[in-house]
């Protein structure tokens, strides 16, 4: 499943489509993750790419709606590298695979056996919360400036864009949203418009 998306999201015509697959490629690594016992890069993979970065893209892929013939009249000319860096690499895996994986010898002391029994995540938890709280606390600051300060690069005054402040629609009264006017119940019709009327058959 996980070859399949990869090639499909280089095949796709359609680039949201591709985009898709490669939320389920990104789905499938997760599953290789998990089945060699590392669930917390598993579940980083998951959150972190498949529930930002992917939805990231989509959005930016919906929003500049790209056109792909464009997009793909140099494919022809850069398949031969593509093919040729395609090829080293499937060599590389297959020399990999028949050589076979070997298992390391088992350790039989006490501290291997709790290592086996002691989830990764929950000590790698620990570890953040506990030696590396600080860095982490950094981090997260330099982050939130970070996403705050794109949010105001992107926040703009357009000439063409109707923006309104919200602090004057909160202040705004009724005499200025409604306007009562005083009109007659009958108007009479313009002389011009009765004579037209006057003249026709």
């Not at 949201?16 to 890069?41: D, P, R």
């Not at 919360?129 to 600080?134: A, F, G, H, I, N």
């Not at 105001?152 to 402040?165: E, G, P, W």
């Amino acid at each position: 499943m996980l070859l399949f998306a990869a090639f499909k999201v280089i095949t796709a015509r359609n680039t949201v489509h591709a985009a898709l697959y490669l939320v389920l490629a990104f789905f499938q690594a997760a599953a290789v993750w998990i089945l060699l016992k590392a669930e917390f890069l598993a579940i980083t993979l998951v959150l972190v790419y498949v529930g930002a970065v992917m939805v990231l893209f989509l959005f930016v892929v919906m929003m500049l709606d790209i056109n792909t013939d464009s997009v793909r009249k140099g494919f022809w000319k850069h398949f031969p590298l593509a093919g040729t860096v395609g090829a080293i690499i499937a060599l590389e895996m297959s020399y990999v695979l028949m050589g076979g994986f070997h298992e390391p010898p088992k350790v039989t002391s006490v501290p291997g056996e709790i290592a086996a029994q002691v989830s990764n995540t929950k000590e790698l938890g620990k570890m953040l919360y506990s030696e590396y709280l600080y860095p982490l606390e950094v981090a997260a600051v330099i982050l939130l400036v970070a996403m705050i300060a794109a949010i105001a690069l992107t926040l703009r005054q357009r000439k063409d864009s109707k923006y309104i402040n919200p602090a004057d629609q909160v202040r705004v009264k009724r005499a200025d949203r409604v306007s009562l006017v005083k009109m007659k119940p009958v108007v009479a019709a313009p002389a011009a418009l009765a004579s037209a009327e006057e003249k026709q058959p």
